[in-house]
């Protein structure tokens, strides 16, 4: 099946740095990527969708400010949490969908912590 | 708009029990369905889908899944549980209009006691 690995699988920063999330879909090309936060016991939530080669759309209440999103290549998408707050401290998830089964394969997640 | 909801935030079987995980759905467009699992720190593997096309739905590690239509309902059933079918399940819909957004359900956590 396809492959979508993140990078890094578990971050500590301090309060107020930058820290990047890169997903990348390691046998197949991804147009289109999702990234989701999720907080300790609770469901994904999906926070944008990373569009190659134009802008990220983000859902109702993220700030784009915030999460900054670049999906540079058909195999990369980044995600830049920026003056990262204890707040922001999450599990952040990255998928890829597959055509045309429309199902979608997940990276294997990152942990933020911010202190 | 399409939505999914999971009955029972926790369950708890004994190993060799039947695995029952209740999900309906909400949708006016015939749905695309799926099952993930997560384990403790990682992403979401596959379990089934439910594409329009049978609709029992036979996944990995044993599962299954019924699509039944008169009853907007998705439930994820496995004959005899194990201790390593403990996790998290989450349903999920595809949002219409495009995109492949996926809309996921609650959750139910999964427990096996020996």
């Known amino acids: 099946g396809a492959v979508v690995s993140q990078h890094p699988s578990w971050v500590i920063c301090k309060s107020g740095t930058s820290v990047k999330i890169e997903c990348r879909s390691l046998?197949?090309?991804?147009?289109?990527m999702f990234w989701y936060r999720q907080f300790p016991k609770q469901s994904l939530m999906l926070m944008a969708t990373s569009n190659e080669g134009s802008k990220a759309t983000y859902e109702q209440g993220v700030e784009k400010d915030k999460f900054l999103i670049n999906h540079a290549s058909l195999t990369l998408s980044t995600l830049t949490v920026t003056s990262a707050h204890p707040e922001d401290s999450s599990f952040y998830i990255c998928s890829a969908p597959v055509q045309p089964a429309r199902e979608q394969y997940f990276g294997p997640g990152t942990r933020l912590t911010v202190t | 708009a399409q939505s999914v909801t999971q009955l029972g935030s926790h369950v708890s079987v004994s190993e060799g029990a039947l695995v029952l995980l209740r999900c309906n759905y909400s949708?006016?467009?015939?749905?695309?369905l799926f099952w993930y699992v997560q384990y403790p720190n990682q992403g979401l593997q596959l379990l089934l889908k439910y594409t329009s096309a049978a609709t029992l739905v036979k996944g990995i590690n044993g599962f299954e899944a019924e699509f039944k239509k008169s009853e907007t309902s998705f439930h994820l059933t496995k004959p005899s549980a194990h201790m390593s079918d403990a996790a998290e399940y989450f349903c999920?819909?595809?949002?219409?209009?495009?995109?492949?957004?996926?809309?996921f359900g609650a959750g139910t956590r999964l427990a096996v006691h020996p």
């Open positions: 046998d197949f090309q991804a147009t289109t």
């Open positions: 999920a819909v595809v949002l219409s209009g495009g995109y492949n957004k996926l809309i």
């Open positions: 949708s006016s467009v015939p749905p695309y």
